[in-house]
């Protein structure tokens, strides 16, 4: 490409104004053919926005599912875990007469 901003007047011919002219309607159109470019963009970062939010609110949603089956699993732990206290309260309590039945029956016999 030649450069015409320093070109003289009077030294510029026929063929260099075509050249001119050729090289100024080029970048015109491959102007245009940026912003016709940029508007495809434009249309393809939307369309894909869209369809982020779209995964996005699906993984909200498996999430809430999770959320869900974690509370159910939560409350059932606790459900064990009380039953567990019961149990453990139960076996000291088997332990303690086991060893102390002979007192207990001492005691038992006396105030008899």
């Not at 869209?50 to 993984?59: D, I, N």
């Amino acid at each position: 490409m030649q450069d015409f901003t320093n070109a003289n007047a009077n030294d510029f011919t026929q063929k260099d104004l075509m050249l001119h002219l050729l090289q100024v309607s080029q970048h015109t159109v491959t102007r245009e053919e940026v912003k016709e470019d940029i508007s495809k963009l434009d249309k393809k970062i939307d369309r894909l926005e869209e369809s982020m939010l779209k995964r996005f609110e699906q993984v909200d949603k498996k999430f809430e599912q999770v959320d869900k089956r974690f509370d159910k699993l939560e409350y059932k732990i606790e459900k064990v875990d009380a039953k567990f206290d019961k149990l453990t309260w139960l076996i000291i309590a088997t332990l303690m007469s086991v060893f102390f039945k002979d007192y207990i029956f001492s005691i038992l016999h006396i105030s008899q």
